[in-house]
């Protein structure tokens, strides 16, 4: 308690210094998609507005996280798992091995899909060979366990990439695969297992199997988890684990290869569920006593990229770069905007930074679109680096992260 004190004291009072913002987990610090308030780069390339470029080992495809004067990201490299400490000049503080590597299946993957998380007071790191570790911010290891060795080796048919999410007490994985899914709840302090419950639905083959993060509700202290995949939404008491309520099926007709990668946003008691490969935006009222669907929306979303959601109004971008704002309560369309066409994809989800919308794609070139209107602001490129990892926004500068690089953006 004493040491949760002080890291709230700290953040009332790191006004005065250097940094002031911090970066969580990969959604930002509402996990929503939304930035900090402040102003931050519209324009940039290869040569203008970048303040430092770092090279990183191997390959990665994690988001950073930023704890004060902290950048931490996950890499692979010599067949080990690494976590890099970086200061906010892009110098490296430390580095530190957990367990063997796991190589990624698919181009657009790695072995550190999953993104590390903070509180503030340690750092935690799930990566595709199971590892889950606990590290201080000195690179020290508090304590490391392996999902797989100790309940059952991994059988999705790509690459790992649910990242942990944190509880009052706990450190919470969902794993969710064709044959023994579940929720698991590690102790943060200890590493030990406080609760483990069972999430074996009735999706078939390759649907059952989910690579999307869940939410951590707080409804007045009392903290619960929202869980998407396996064709159903289901909601969960985060101190045991019991199942609070389940909606579904996402998947009506049966299809065996509808698998899910983006993760639900939530707003105004309204949890937005992104399914089918991005074919339908599931909207569904978690605020009534036995939660239901309220609306389902067609053609607006993409198989990878978690929409925005805050105040009311919700954004997603398709897999090809049609970009639509929707009231979350309705789901009517406030506008519309088609971006320029391109080989690739989007990967990267979707940030909201003040007035604008940062949209990567990944060839490495982010768009930035007008929130209010959809007006295109502007379109800047990296060299065309190959980039999935969502970008990070903090004390007016951008971290770009491409599988081989990070890039801070702004000075």
Not at 172 to 193: R, Y
Request: net charge negative.
């Amino acid at each position: 308690m004493k040491r949760t004190l002080i890291a709230l004291l700290v953040l009332t009072t790191i006004a005065g210094s250097s940094f002031a913002e911090n970066w969580t987990n990969w959604r930002g610090p509402d996990f929503n998609g939304v930035a900090p308030k402040g102003d931050f780069p519209t324009t940039w390339n290869v040569d203008q507005n970048i303040s430092w470029k770092l090279e990183l080992p191997g390959i990665g495809s994690s988001t950073p996280a930023i704890w004060e004067d902290n950048i931490v990201v996950t890499a692979n490299d010599g067949g080990f798992n690494l976590l890099i400490c970086l200061d906010r000049a892009g110098k490296e503080k430390w580095r530190t091995q957990i367990g063997s590597s796991r190589d990624g299946k698919h181009r657009k993957a790695s072995g550190s899909n999953p993104s590390p998380i903070t509180d503030g007071e340690a750092i935690y790191v799930y990566y595709k060979s199971g590892d889950l570790a606990c590290l201080d911010f000195t690179g020290k290891v508090k304590w490391i366990s392996n999902v797989q060795e100790d309940h059952g080796e991994d059988t999705l048919w790509w690459d790992l990439g649910t990242s942990p999410v944190l509880t009052k007490d706990s450190v919470v994985i969902a794993v969710m695969q064709t044959g023994p899914s579940f929720l698991l709840a590690i102790d943060k302090e200890t590493g030990k297992q406080n609760w483990k419950t069972e999430r074996n639905l009735d999706a078939p083959l390759e649907a059952a199997q989910s690579y999307s993060t869940p939410i951590v509700m707080n409804d007045n202290g009392k903290e619960s988890l929202i869980v998407l995949g396996a064709d159903y939404v289901t909601g969960h008491d985060a101190s045991s684990g019991k199942e609070l309520w389940r909606v579904g099926t996402l998947n009506p007709n049966g299809e065996k290869y509808w698998r899910s990668i983006a993760s639900p946003v939530l707003s105004d008691g309204i949890l937005l569920a992104p399914y089918a490969r991005g074919r339908t935006l599931t909207a569904i009222n978690i605020s009534q006593e036995k939660p239901g669907v309220a609306y389902t929306i067609e053609g607006i979303c993409a198989d990878v990229p978690t929409p925005i959601a805050i105040n009311g109004a919700a954004v997603c971008v398709t897999d090809r770069g049609l970009v639509t704002k929707i009231n979350v309560k309705t789901g009517e369309q406030i506008w519309q905007t088609e971006l320029e066409k391109a080989r690739l994809s989007y990967s990267a989800s979707p940030i909201l930074a003040g007035k604008n919308i940062y949209l990567t794609r990944e060839d490495g070139a982010t768009f930035v679109v007008n929130a209010e209107n959809g007006d295109v602001v502007a379109k800047n490129t990296l060299a065309e680096e190959f980039t999935v990892s969502t970008p990070v926004f903090a004390d007016g500068q951008i971290l770009v992260r491409t599988m081989q690089a990070l890039y801070c953006i702004g000075k």
